[in-house]
């Protein structure tokens, strides 16, 4: 009997396990818009946005966490540079924190997180967005 239900527990498992790789978010701080792939397991939030040549002009990754907390974020295998954004659970910026290419620095937050924001390098910065405006859009989601 279980043989004959082992594929589509397979195919079930499978469509979960990549269900949060392809979860878009639109966020919004101030008149500025991101479109932000979200990570909520360990595996992929510890993968990030490693591996990748490039990121859309406003597009990003958001961690979420699963309770507030101190986090830290790491470039390891990244090959373009990012802005990092630490968030509260109401979404206030924490601190912003830029990163290079391969460099080995742990970037730690300020304080409870419960998400980081990553984007290109100098996202925040041209917009004018600094710690303490507030990220709109977040999904309500702790694992």
Do not use: C
Not at 5 to 22: M, N, Q, V, Y
Not at 89 to 100: F, K, R, Y
Request: avoid cysteine; glycine fraction near 6%; proline fraction near 5%.
């Amino acid at each position: 009997m279980f043989r004959r239900f082992l594929p589509a527990l397979l195919i079930l498992f499978a469509l979960f396990a990549r269900a949060d790789e392809s979860l878009r978010v639109t966020l919004s701080v101030g008149a500025h818009s991101i479109e932000a792939e979200v990570a909520t397991t360990e595996s992929t939030r510890a993968r990030g946005l490693m591996h990748r040549s490039e990121l859309a002009k406003n597009a990003g990754m958001l961690f979420m966490f699963s309770r507030p907390g101190t986090y830290s974020l790491w470039m390891a295998n990244t090959l373009i540079p990012l802005d990092a954004a630490f968030l509260d659970n109401t979404g206030v910026i924490l601190g912003i924190v830029t990163m290079s290419p391969h460099d080995s620095t742990i970037h730690s937050s300020p304080d409870d997180t419960a998400y980081a924001l990553e984007t290109n390098a100098g996202w925040f910065s041209k917009r004018g967005i600094k710690p303490g405006a507030r990220v709109q859009g977040l999904p309500r989601y702790y694992k």
